[in-house]
């Protein structure tokens, strides 16, 4: 098997590891997290807080924050043409991106 195929491989699994240990991660909180709601079948966060947008003006505040977040649901997460590391101070802003729009859609939803 020659280099290219053989870092191409290596870096799925990598991908893989990742993906079934947040999987297990979801599935270990208390409670699990599990979806009961059907969504458009997109990773785009523009679009979909666009959608919620429609609904309730507010949440088109979080375009900002959103924009350039769907490249780690799609591209950074899929090594198909390019292999991008994501180092630790970029992974802390995306976290820290999440958290702020998590916050957000919590304050919305009636529990």
Known sequence: MDKAKRTAIEH???KANNDIRAGNAS???E????????FPKTHDLTKLVGLCG???????ELIP?????????????????????ILLPEAQEALEKAEKIRSFVKGKIAL
Request: hydrophobic share 45%; proline share 7%; charged share 30%.
């Open 54 to 60: 429609k609904c309730d003006i507010s949440f088109l």
């Open 65 to 85: 924050i959103v924009e350039g977040m769907t490249a780690y649901a799609v591209t950074d997460r899929y090594p198909i043409d390019e292999w991008r590391e």
């Open 12 to 14: 799925w699994f990598i």
């Open 27 to 29: 599935l270990n909180a």
């Open 31 to 38: 409670p699990p997290i599990t979806m009961d709601k059907e």
